[in-house]
């Protein structure tokens, strides 16, 4: 089964998230992107690594065999064309002349070739690369040389036909393949600068990789500062309009910074804080030029620790209360009670504000309309699906932008269910749960506190307590996001996130998995020595459904069904708790709208690629955003299905 691990750092979290945009050296130029960063990159080497904080680097400096233009579409990068075999099972790649290499000081270094792809793979697979399983099972003899069973990587099916034609033969048909090579880990690498290299390849300073794409990194100083400037020898120039990248290391600390720096005219974006001090007065002043921004594909959620094992952040104070917490989260009923006692929109407005609290939410890991199956959305399947599950599911909208769970009678009947069950086993109330935040990121610690207020509230104090515990930056990574192993997830309950791979529902749901999947570390769980409580939870069953849905690989609205099934039974289950996406965001810009590349998957179309991107003179109002919204939306339609039929003389 494959695994994705595009998953996002405590930076890019919601302060990123506001972020998301450009501002400039002065107000009126157009040519000089500047902006904030807050996920501070750990390496450059885009084949090993596959983090948010370090791919939102990479998507600028080096390409892929194909792209996302604004609409979506997958359109020619280094390759320049494509076939795809009658079967589905072959994939060829012809990979334009005038693509180069360069140094970081702009200097010519090769041609970019097809061995260039067959030696990233082999790269990629001989150090272990976090996102190996996004194509371990995919490309044919792959699997066998990662396991062992052949060691002979000529066997593996990638392979380099001549100077300018790359051939990847899969192991069974993959509709969604093409998708996949907007990630970093089908990138290309230069064999000879490699190896020159050595272990100092995508070390953090700019002249330890080479670029292919549309900037060159002129400077990084850990969270500091991050320069680019544009590549004059690029191939496709008229597509970058911005020379010039600068981007600040901001930990959102100070909320009223970006507004004061675009009205000063250094910012051509001010990411809007309604909580903050001078909201009323922002407000009020660019009441005709506040937008906010689309819900994009990372999904936000709330998770259960099941199998805590560290307790150096806690309130509890007695082995009791561990027991009773841990009981407590093993059982059904109670984590459906803090599901359906989860006021999203209350959370949600720390950072958006009341008025735009629902703009952001999502109930479902899988974005609603990622995908369609038939006539109905992904969305509308789910909910059909979920009623198996009983009457409580019964009429569930689960469409972006609004709290499809808040139910405080729900709430309450499943509290009393789980207390009558736990009190026989012994277990003592209240139960506490230890909640982790970043001291440093003051929307999401207002935002644990409001969820502190309203789960006491709904479920009473003397039932449940959250502890709310806010530590340094550092602190927090190391007891969450980056904690080396499970057994060092130091949290009952967490927030964290996950951003899809490819166009396809197992990018997001597959991750979850109880035999390989990398997140299921986020439980506190291990593939193999937590097999009993595995089960007990039912993740077998869960990790049966996705084997059911991954075999079918021919229909793919059966595919997509019976996806659908396997996001019910995890909303059920309730061990992870949608809540929001990135976006819908409000903020007041100089950026051209919908002029940035755009997709729900990979790192060629996400808000930090610059390519496409334009800026204007003047700030944009709600008219102008509205229409172009309203236009993009319609041109979207158009272009995907001119995209359909453009893909069927792809196929020889």
């Not at 600068?246 to 675009?262: H, M, P, V």
């Amino acid at each position: 089964m494959k695994t994705q691990k595009k998953i996002l750092g405590l930076g890019l979290t919601f302060a990123a998230s506001l972020l998301l945009a450009a501002c400039s050296q002065s107000g009126t130029d157009t040519k000089i992107y500047s902006s904030t960063f807050s996920g501070n990159p750990t390496t450059f080497n885009y084949l090993l690594d596959y983090y948010a904080d370090n791919t939102s680097i990479i998507t600028n400096l080096v390409d892929g065999l194909l792209e996302n233009d604004n609409y979506g579409n997958l359109v020619p990068s280094l390759a320049e064309d494509w076939t795809v075999s009658k079967d589905g099972l072959t994939y060829t790649y012809k990979l334009r002349k005038d693509a180069k290499w360069f140094t970081a000081d702009g200097e010519e270094y090769a041609t970019v070739k097809a061995q260039d792809f067959v030696t990233g793979i082999k790269y990629a697979v001989d150090n272990k690369s976090q996102a190996l399983d996004l194509i371990q099972n995919s490309i044919k003899g792959l699997n066998d040389y990662i396991t062992g069973a052949d060691s002979d990587f000529s066997k593996v099916g990638v392979k380099a036909l001549d100077e300018h034609t790359v051939e990847y033969t899969l192991s069974r048909p993959e509709p969604y393949w093409n998708s996949k090579t907007t990630n970093s880990i089908l990138f290309p690498v230069n064999e000879e600068f490699l190896n020159s290299k050595g272990k100092d390849f995508g070390t953090l300073t700019p002249d330890s990789i080479l670029y292919s794409g549309p900037y060159l990194l002129k400077e990084f100083t850990s969270k500091s500062s991050i320069e680019y400037v544009k590549n004059p020898h690029y191939y496709d120039q008229d597509k970058v309009s911005i020379e010039r990248v600068k981007l600040a290391y901001f930990d959102g600390s100070d909320q009223e910074l970006t507004i004061r720096n675009f009205e000063s005219g250094a910012y051509s974006i001010a990411s809007i804080y309604p909580n903050s001090s001078n909201f009323a007065k922002t407000k009020e002043k660019y009441k005709d030029n506040i937008i906010y921004s689309l819900q994009d594909k990372t999904s936000w959620y709330f998770n259960f620790n099941v199998n805590r094992k560290a307790y150096n952040h806690t309130s509890k104070t007695t082995d009791e209360q561990k027991k009773s917490t841990e009981a407590a989260v093993l059982n059904k009923n109670f984590r459906q009670a803090v599901n359906f006692a989860l006021d999203r929109t209350a959370y949600s407005a720390q950072s958006n504000g009341e008025e735009a609290a629902n703009k952001t939410l999502r109930n479902m890991l899988v974005p609603p309309t990622f995908v369609q199956v038939g006539d109905k959305t992904f969305g509308e399947v789910v909910a059909s699906k979920l009623v198996s599950y009983g009457t409580e599911w019964s009429n569930m909208n689960l469409a972006d932008a609004q709290d499809a769970y808040f139910n405080k009678e729900k709430a309450q009947a499943k509290f009393d269910k789980a207390k009558k069950e736990l009190s026989s086993q012994g277990v003592t109330f209240p139960i506490h749960l230890d909640v982790a935040v970043d001291q440093t990121n003051k929307n999401v610690a207002a935002g644990m506190n409001s969820l502190k207020q309203t789960l006491e509230t709904v479920l009473g104090a003397d039932n449940i307590v959250i502890d709310v515990h806010q530590l340094s930056t550092d602190e927090y990574t190391n007891v969450a996001f980056l904690a080396p192993t499970p057994a060092d997830r130091d949290y009952d309950l967490n927030l964290d996130g996950w951003s899809p791979d490819y166009q396809d529902p197992s990018t997001y749901l597959n991750p979850f998995n109880a035999e390989d999947g990398f997140y299921l570390k986020i439980f506190g769980l291990d593939s193999k020595a937590d097999l009993e409580k595995i089960k007990s939870l039912g993740l077998d069953t869960y990790t049966n459904m996705l084997k059911e849905a991954d075999r079918e690989n021919s229909n793919v609205e059966k595919r997509y069904e019976k996806y659908a099934e396997a996001q019910a039974w995890m909303i059920d289950n309730s061990l992870l708790m949608s809540a929001m996406s990135n976006g819908g965001r409000a903020s007041v810009t100089k950026v051209t709208p919908f002029t940035r590349g755009f997709s729900l998957v990979g790192i060629k179309g996400d808000g930090f690629n610059y390519k496409y991107m334009r800026l204007q003179k003047d700030t944009v109002t709600t008219k102008q955003y509205e229409e172009a919204k309203s236009k993009w939306e319609q041109e979207s339609k158009k272009a995907i299905e001119k995209a359909q039929k453009e893909a069927e003389k792809h196929v020889k």
